[in-house]
């Protein structure tokens, strides 16, 4: 009972650190309840909380804040065994579409993903999931 009113107060003064723009502090919030998420086993949360936290932070251009939360969101999906699916894919595209050329770890979170879908398919493809392949090969050939 006691920790979950910590994570609520928690996720309000994240609210409040986001409105003030203060996105180190929101970064570290939003790390801080996932990690409560995900030593409580409670990945459908995390991954929410994940992924709307790189979604923020990215669309308010920072990159490297936004991008470690999307490359935690991607373990989480490997923790959580999550499969890969239309929903499961679609965040991950949200994700790459926020991230610049110029953003050193996309490369690390598009071999994450592709490693993800790899393991967490149901073809046999050992390459990952065609979607996210060709996905990831436009993006390229833009």
Request: proline fraction near 2%; charged fraction near 20%.
């Amino acid at each position: 009972m006691a920790a979950a009113r910590g994570t609520a107060n928690v996720l309000q003064r994240l609210e409040k650190s986001v409105g003030d723009g203060n996105y180190y502090e929101a970064h570290q919030m939003y790390r801080t309840v996932a990690n409560r998420y995900v030593h409580a086993h409670n990945y459908k949360d995390a991954i929410k909380l994940l992924h709307s936290g790189a979604l923020l932070l990215l669309k308010h251009k920072q990159a490297g804040s936004g991008t470690d939360l999307a490359l935690y969101f991607i373990e989480v999906y490997n923790l959580g065994k999550v499969p890969v699916t239309e929903e499961s894919r679609d965040r991950i595209f949200d994700l790459i579409d926020l991230m610049t050329p110029e953003n050193g770890q996309r490369r690390q979170f598009l071999q994450n993903a592709i490693s993800w879908s790899t393991n967490n398919s149901n073809s046999n493809n050992e390459n990952g999931d065609p979607l996210l392949q060709h996905y990831v090969g436009l993006l390229f050939w833009k």
